[in-house]
């Protein structure tokens, strides 16, 4: 099944810094998204994109399908964007998603 | 509702009981997922509906695990004779299932199981 790795691991940012998560997977793909969970567990959906560049307030993210990778820009971090940022594509030809192990953000006042 | 919830929130049992875990979608979806998440790990996919009907099931781990849908309303996630490794939280989602937004899938709470 199709792998898929998320850097970095951990990140520490003052409040008001600017961080970019990548994602990279090992198959072609026509279904990816992005997920935020909080510090409480739940689960946000922050974007469906298998390709192209989509921007919400101060969150944008890119997915280059032809090279595999996709990437999500925080800009301005907030104490409240704290989390564990998760990327999923879809496995080809199903309806599943396929977790990363996730980048383990902590935005310090 | 609102949104996606599930119930129990929390759930301690003893090795070996059966244990019911509940989804309720957000009305009008049709598409609905469960998926397992252990301790500082990602999310498992165990089981996908599509309506009443479960086209992929690839990601159930043992025949102790079950599930069903009734319409296109609440599922059940059954797990028969728990076993310590099955401590987690068990979380659904669910799906518009019609178009892009097809593929945007909504997560509960999810339910943490703790198997003693």
């Known amino acids: 099944g199709i792998q898929v790795e998320q850097s970095p691991p951990d990140l520490i940012l003052q409040e008001g810094a600017n961080s970019t998560l990548r994602c990279n997977f090992s198959d072609s793909v026509n279904n990816l998204q992005w997920f935020h969970q909080n510090p409480w567990g739940q689960l946000i959906n922050l974007f469906y994109?298998?390709?192209g560049t989509k921007q919400n307030g101060r969150l944008s993210a890119t997915t280059v399908a032809t090279e595999r990778y996709s990437l999500l820009y925080i800009s301005s971090s907030q104490t409240t964007d704290s989390g564990v940022y998760f990327c999923?594509?879809?496995?080809?030809?199903?309806?599943?998603?396929?977790f990363g192990k996730g980048t383990k953000l902590t935005v310090n006042p | 509702g609102a949104g996606v919830s599930q119930s129990p929130s929390n759930k301690v049992t003893e090795k070996g009981k059966d244990v019911e875990l509940r989804c309720d979608p957000i009305?009008?979806?049709?598409?609905l997922y469960w998926y397992r998440q252990r301790l500082g790990q990602g999310l498992e996919f165990l089981i996908y509906f599509q309506g009443n009907s479960a086209p992929d099931k690839s990601g159930l781990p043992s025949d102790r695990f079950s599930a069903e849908r009734t319409g296109e309303s609440v599922s059940t996630l059954t797990i028969q004779r728990t076993q310590q490794e099955d401590s987690a939280v068990y979380l659904c989602?669910?799906?518009?299932?019609?178009?892009?937004?097809?593929?945007?899938?909504?997560f509960g709470p999810g339910t943490r199981l703790l198997v003693l």
């Open positions: 999923a594509p879809g496995e080809g030809g199903s309806e599943k998603l396929v």
């Open positions: 009305s009008g979806h049709t598409a």
């Open positions: 989602a669910t799906g518009v299932g019609i178009g892009e937004a097809k593929e945007t899938q909504y």
């Open positions: 994109i298998p390709s």
